[in-house]
């Protein structure tokens, strides 16, 4: 886990999960460990999410090979799991099986910058610029830090490229090129700059898309405004305080700690064969 200082080399890998997701190193978490059900619970529980477990279903039917999810209401917990977690023994896929968050990793940032404007002591405000905390960093094809707030950063209005959709990166990390890159490192600035090498998608505050190079910035500004890295303020601010002893930030190291499926990397990126030593079935060991 790291506790201390941002990373400064992000996997990207852990970035993207299938090109896709975090827009900085992801937290991984583990479902919490339900009270087992009554027999006569259990029973109405299979019936009430019945549709649930039918969509996991398809999607494993569909060539995912496990998948889980896990649904809390009114003091019930109901886990469904479908598939197996790893091809080469048919493990099947279980409630306390960690995972990835992947971009679910922006709610936490965007709390610790909120929180952050909260405090006058910073001296930041969601109508700060960009460029007021990382001067000079957001320039060129037409890409302008000065007129982009971090409230626009957040509010995925800033109408920034997304580095993912970057097909030089997009080639890398897809494919059997996979093999070769998977561990590769990148800093944020380097994945800024990919997503500035392409123009503006709009104006900023004239549109939204979705787009992970927000979501950098915002880390970068959280180390700017703090001295310490964004994954320093998360734990201390949100994983710490809310008790979520299942959730890590594992900054650059390619592991999931805990059970956890080998199949994220094959799956995601259309390797479905073994390649020889096992790299197909594993993200992390």
Excluded: C
Aim: aromatic letters at 6%; a positive charge; zero cysteines.
């Amino acid at each position: 886990m790291a506790t201390n200082a941002l990373p400064r080399t992000l996997v990207t890998l852990a970035l993207a999960g299938a090109v896709a997701a975090a827009a900085v190193a992801p937290a991984s978490a583990a479902p919490r460990t339900p009270s087992p059900p009554s027999p006569h619970s259990a029973h109405s529980a299979h019936s009430a999410h019945s549709a649930t477990q039918d969509a996991l279903d398809a999607i494993t039917r569909a060539g995912t090979p496990g998948v889980l999810a896990r649904v809390d209401r009114a003091g019930e917990s109901w886990n469904g799991t479908s598939g197996v977690a790893d091809l080469r023994t048919g493990r099947p896929r279980l409630p306390q099986d960690r995972f990835r968050i992947g971009s679910l990793t922006k709610p936490f940032i965007a709390t610790v910058l909120l929180q952050l404007a909260a405090e006058p002591e910073h001296g930041l405000s969601m109508d700060d610029t960009v460029d007021k905390w990382l001067p000079g960093l957001v320039r060129g094809h037409g890409n302008d830090g000065r007129r982009i707030t971090l409230r626009r950063l957040l509010q995925h209005t800033s109408g920034l490229y997304d580095y993912i959709n970057d097909d030089g990166l997009r080639a890398k990390f897809t494919g059997k090129a996979f093999f070769a890159h998977r561990y590769d490192n990148a800093t944020p600035e380097e994945l800024v700059r990919i997503g500035l090498a392409h123009k503006p998608l709009f104006e900023p505050g004239k549109g939204w898309s979705y787009s992970n190079t927000n979501y950098v910035l915002a880390g970068m500004v959280i180390e700017k405004a703090t001295g310490h890295g964004y994954a320093s303020e998360v734990e201390r601010r949100v994983i710490r305080p809310l008790g979520l002893r299942g959730t890590t930030v594992p900054g650059s190291s390619p592991s999931v700690p805990g059970p956890h499926s080998a199949q994220i990397a094959a799956h995601a990126f259309g390797l479905r064969e073994d390649h020889g030593e096992g790299e197909a079935h594993v993200l992390s060991r």
